[in-house]
């Protein structure tokens, strides 16, 4: 639950405890497009009404638009961030594949030396 705080507050904070730099990295790439954008969005609507994107109704949606991924980016983040912790101690040798007849999982054992 920590990792999912982490991430929640601050994208790719959780990534990075959980050893995922590169998926931490796009996170917070990703939370400085939607905050740029949507403060760019904002300052633009101050635009003179000329511009044909510069109707208050377009521009207002284009802020509120990047608003919404912003506030997505949080949430998504602190997800993936949670679901990472927990499978964290997944077995990484589990194996699923496809036989003719159905499916079939594939589970390391640990070896037990002989006394």
Excluded: C
């Amino acid at each position: 639950m920590g990792a999912f705080w982490r991430s929640f507050l601050l994208p790719g904070w959780g990534q990075a405890v959980t050893g995922r730099q590169v998926t931490g990295a796009t996170f917070v790439a990703w939370e400085g497009v939607t905050a740029m954008m949507t403060l760019k969005g904002a300052a633009g609507s101050e635009l003179p009404q000329g511009d044909s994107l510069a109707e208050p109704g377009l521009k207002r949606q284009e802020v509120q638009d990047w608003l919404v991924l912003w506030i997505f980016n949080h949430l998504f983040s602190g997800a993936e961030a949670y679901v990472s912790g927990h499978l964290r101690d997944f077995p990484p040798d589990l194996k699923v594949r496809a036989f003719p007849n159905g499916i079939g999982i594939t589970v390391p054992l640990p070896r037990i030396a002989a006394p």
